[in-house]
């Protein structure tokens, strides 16, 4: 099956899925005011986009959402460095970290709002918590996975901790922290709604789901909201992964066909004559570990293993959001 | 979680056999002491935060945040506290959690069973597959708090919306693993089966369920946070009359911040218990074989072995 059936397929799906929708709001078997046949509702939809304060509405919530997430990056990217390269620490904060992790974030929203209200603060600091985990289990993950063979060599070189930690460690573990990232942006999206909808006045995506809900026929609005939800969970969504593509195009391999894994993966650092001759593992180690590949097979030579099985893809493993087993290709 | 397998997934290389043999010595060595220190490092550092925290709360007597002691007191009386005979749980207690620990369960295994089950069917042929895709996609990007109001609107109050709620939400992670992973089944093995003319029961039961089966723990993992989060929220909102949610928001609303913080304790206690309890089972049914695929340098040998190690 060729991409365009796919797509052709795909396209029919989401026609039917509309249609399964439009028939069950026209049956009657709830009241038409309680659920809206699809058509009404996308129609409404389209016409919120070119509403000014729903537009108003949804940047709010973005804004939030950006905030939040850029404080979690803040907060988790360091630490995670210093928690996966200082064991002392690792073990150190270990437990109080077991310890918050399993709160759900969304319980909190009642006692951050007592603390901090009902604004904007309550929300970015919820969604910070809450998004702080998947990128921080990520980072340490990741630099557990990075190839020993490239921080040997380097550290033979002369360089020390922290520029073998810039150079080496860190891009060997940026596609785990992305892979955590765009976890953590569904999150972010998840609680930023949450809060919304239960504080219930302010601006908002969420805040206009919830007075849509109170007003008389409002399911409407409200599912032209959900459906402008999904709307930017899935663009959210798409841009992380096509960024993930664009910036880790070795990564493909851990999801592509072997055959086009093999080009994709030789081909962005240029040292595959390096390469050539009897695996000469020290200088193609560190240059792959440079070039930011966690690129273990390269130390071994050619087709010493097929490099689907050696590529940066975080695999579920021990934490739930280490796991990018929920990722779509 | 991270040390263990990558002495396996390293190769020997150029190094020599013995070198390689006291290599790991030293490193199985070096790993317990550390993972004795790390253990009593741990302990150590929780009991210092908790001091800290009893200390500090205790000098500032702020409202807001109550010293440890006293919640984990203010939680016994509130709910363990109750006679032997209903396993010491109090008539609150029995109001409170045992209703949100049903409906969560019932959500889970509603979705855990109907994600399964659409998922392998998804999964079996690549037209379906490439039919549900895009709608699947965006059944799981919908935040799913967004939908309660909905379910609030089309259901009833209480069980019913909270049931629809936790289902909804925490379908699309299994369904879509359990797709996958019955999609990345190996076609050779596949083959295999025609020729062996298994029963479609018999390629589900040999070949699909076992080449899914990681996937749809991952899948199952992420689908029991989120149940955990639906259940606490869509008891969050007004209308309900029982629940952990349903407690948080009362004690908000009174502005009791002991109440508060001993919920949340709850429902850490209570998140961590049923992330281990699962990730036991995980570990239970599928023990060797996950491990092993997860180092896929390996990948169809170590699975064909997995398989025949399950066939005899």
Not at chain 2, 20 to 31: K, N, P, Q, S, Y
Not at chain 2, 80 to 102: E, M, N, R, W, Y
Not at chain 2, 129 to 146: E, I, M, S
Not at chain 2, 226 to 245: D, H, K, Q
Request: aromatic residues 6%.
């Amino acid at each position: 099956m060729n991409r365009r059936q796919e797509l052709a397929l795909g396209a029919l799906g989401a026609l039917l899925a509309l249609g399964a929708c439009e028939a069950v709001g026209r049956a009657g078997i709830v009241r038409r005011s309680y659920l809206p046949p699809a058509s009404e509702v996308l129609a409404r939809a389209v016409e919120l986009a070119g509403d000014r304060t729903f537009l108003d509405d949804v940047a709010v919530t973005l804004r939030a959402w950006a905030l939040g997430l850029g404080l979690a990056c803040a907060i988790a990217i360091p630490l995670g460095l210093l928690l996966g390269s200082v064991p002392v620490v690792d073990d150190a904060v270990r437990a109080v970290i077991e310890f918050l992790r399993p709160l759900p974030s969304v319980a909190l929203i009642p006692l951050v709002s007592l603390l901090l209200g009902t604004g904007t603060e309550t929300e970015v600091t919820l969604i910070t918590y809450a998004s702080i985990w998947p990128i921080l289990f990520n980072t340490v993950y990741g630099l557990g996975e990075t190839d020993p063979l490239a921080k040997d060599t380097l550290r033979t070189f002369g360089f020390g901790r922290l520029s073998i930690l810039l150079r080496v460690e860190l891009p060997a573990t940026a596609p785990f922290i992305v892979a955590g990232l765009r976890i953590s942006a569904a999150t972010a999206l998840v609680l930023a709604t949450a809060t919304e909808l239960l504080s219930g006045f302010g601006q908002g995506l969420g805040i206009f789901i919830a007075q849509a809900q109170l007003a008389t026929d409002g399911t409407r609005d409200v599912l032209a909201g959900v459906v402008w939800a999904g709307v930017l969970g899935l663009v959210i969504n798409g841009v992380l992964v096509w960024g993930e593509r664009r910036a880790f195009p070795w990564r493909e391999g851990a999801r592509g066909t072997r055959g086009a894994t093999r080009a994709a993966w030789r081909s962005p650092g240029g040292s595959g004559a390096r390469r050539g001759g009897s695996g000469g593992s020290g200088p193609t180690a560190s240059a792959a570990g440079r070039r930011g590949g966690p690129d273990r097979a390269g130390a071994h030579g050619p087709g010493a293993a097929p490099p689907g099985g050696v590529t940066g893809r975080p695999r579920e493993h021990g934490s739930g959001e280490a796991a990018d087993g929920e990722a779509p290709t | 979680m991270r040390g263990a397998p990558t002495h396996e997934s390293r190769r020997p290389g150029d190094h020599g056999a013995a070198a390689r043999t006291a290599h790991l010595v030293g490193e199985t060595a070096a790993r317990t002491a550390r993972l004795a220190r790390g253990a009593l490092l741990r302990r150590l550092v929780l009991v210092l935060a908790l001091t800290a925290w009893q200390l500090g709360a205790r000098a500032h007597g702020s409202v807001y945040f109550p010293p440890p002691a006293r919640i984990a007191r203010h939680a016994y009386d509130l709910w363990f506290s109750g006679p032997v005979g209903h396993a010491f749980l109090t008539p609150a207690a029995v109001d409170t959690i045992l209703p949100s620990l049903g409906r969560m369960a019932a959500g889970f295994v509603l979705a855990a069973v109907v994600g399964v089950g659409l998922g392998i069917l998804v999964g079996r042929s690549p037209r379906a597959y490439a039919l549900c895709d895009p709608v699947l996609q965006f059944a799981r990007a919908l935040p799913p708090p967004t939908l309660v109001p909905v379910f609030v609107v089309v259901f009833d109050f209480g069980t019913p919306m909270q049931l629809a709620s936790i289902v909804f939400s925490a379908i699309w992670p299994v369904l879509i693993n359990t797709a996958e992973g019955a999609r990345d089944t190996d076609p050779l093995r596949l083959d295999v089966a025609a020729v062996l003319r298994l029963t479609a029961v018999e390629r589900l039961w040999f070949l699909l369920l076992p080449s899914a089966l990681p996937r749809i723990f991952a899948g199952l993992r992420l689908s029991l946070s989120l149940c955990l989060i639906l259940m606490v929220f869509s008891e969050l909102l007004p209308g309900t009359a029982n629940g952990i949610g349903f407690a948080l928001t009362d004690a908000q609303s009174r502005s009791d911040l002991l109440t508060v913080w001993a919920v949340l304790v709850l429902l850490g206690a209570l998140g961590y218990l049923l992330n281990t309890g699962l990730l036991a089972i995980v570990k239970r049914l599928t023990g060797k074989r996950s491990h092993e695929r997860r180092s896929k340098g390996s990948h169809k040998s170590s699975r064909t072995e997995s398989r025949k190690g399950r066939s005899t």
